[in-house]
């Protein structure tokens, strides 16, 4: 188990040099980047060390180190993000995707590129919450719900949400229709420092509060009763839970846009390696969710001339990840 | 001492009446027992004494406090374990870490190293140390019973519910559960039990009712035969009382004719 907690922490520092070695305009080697860092340290404490490649330098710090922090950042919080819901909800299939809060985000980001009344992080944040609210009524509504009913309504106010972004793209100028179908492919290539900053406080909050209280999901993926049976309340903290899930998930789509089904995946992969508890399992998907959208974004950004939307790579791993739990009944769909 | 007193509690299901004004009376450091038909309205009454069903008449209270306001989770409440009957989960806890949760009470955040311990004392006190690692979802179903049992028993409850607790256990781990229940008895908490099986009742229990028309009937200081009376009614089948060892014993009759 030890060296299993020490690789959480080494591979993602890895991975974070490796990319920022990789890229459209030259690789870097290791030793290069080593100087380069040197440098800005140097830089940073009053010393003029001269490089000869500024723009490497400029492209490094301004285009390579903001996009790898961001990326790693969206990972993560998307990973956390699906297993917080998948635990809470007691459904292996569930993550911010399936239960609407991307899509509505999405919408609400695009709402407010449009017509700026409120702050691009809140807008999508707000329509996160409506969509995952409306998305526990509806599957609430009448008989008990069932899982199979709260995945069902989550497609059904994804599509609802979807089918008010095309409005939104229907009326909207040539120019924000680009930035708005962009958006829903998931664009990394836009990061910037000025959206590290705008999403840095608001996923390390909701991290923060997840981490906190990780051990807890344990209780509330047993159910309700199971909870009350041994004196624990669990509205409050399935509140706080999907608060925090839905806040950091609507941070990432309102930074990077729509990355479909990562938050599926990468839960499925930390239980794998280090089983089914949350209280390993947050720390799992933080780590092995950056590492591992890092991983995916330096193919998109390598593999082809031109850079392939992440939000389309990812929806073709996920996809028969989700067959493959379908046919083996991993789904308790009583429950 | 009184621990639960139930008074004119109603209940009904849409036009269903399913408890009629029903009355009792639990004391503290005793087990008592409810019997009666499947059906009749014990597992209402338990989702009543849990909390679980809010909508009922009358009062139910719990050492004196009235059963709706009594807060979850307040360090200094009265603590209620409880145990369904049924239950099933989506991911494969390890043993330890289902029965840990019993335990989520205790802290604001993660298990400390104390908490950790009371769960290996549970499981020992049970003989379940050697599955503490196995995955929850591929125990057997008294296996199951047996470890929710545990999570119930290491929040340390003051009054402790159970439906069924022995239903799907083989005989061993019946008399193991019930005798563990006894000590804790002994030790001054509350057990009320739903049973269906009168004889272990009658070996383990203070207190008996038994379940019918939307009452409880109390078996208590009455004779064995009209023990048996109220059971042959309650249950509609023949039997016929034996005494073993101070302990009333009853043997149920065949309806066909042997």
Redesign the interface.
Known sequence: MHWKVFALCIVPICIVFISLCLGSTGFLSLSDLFRYTYAALAHCLGQDVTMQDTNMETILWQVRLPRVLLTFMVGAALAVAGGVLQAVFRNPIVDPFSLGISSGAAFGAALSMLISLIPLNLSAFMFGIIAVLITYLVSRGGTRGSLVTMVLAGMIISGVFTAFLTVLQYLSDPYKLQAIVQWTMGNLHTASWHKVQQAIFPITLGLTIIIAFRWKLNLLSLGEQEALAVGVNPKIIKLIMVGAATMITASSVAAVGMISLFGLIVPHISRMVFGPSNSIGVLANVSIGGSFLLVIDNFSRTLLPFEIPIGVFTMMLGTPLFIYLMRKNAINWNG | MQAIELKDIIFSYGKELVLDKLCASFYKGEMGVVLGRNGSGKSTLFHIL???QRDYGGTLRVNGHDRRRI???SKD?L??????QF????????VF??V??????FSR???SKADRDQVRAVLESFGLLPYKDK?YTELSGGERQLV?LC??LV?D?DIILLDEPTNHLDLHYQIAVLDNLKKLVDNGKTVICIMHDPNLAFQYGDRFFVMGDGKLRSLDSTTNDHKREVLEQAYQVDLQSVVVQDKLVLIPKSKLSM
């Open positions: 849990t909390g679980i807060q979850k989770g409440s603590r209620i374990g409880f145990m369904n239950h099933q989960t989506t991911f494969p806890f390890s870490d289902v840990l949760t019993g335990r989520a009470s955040f993660g298990p995955p929710l999570r119930v929040q409850p």
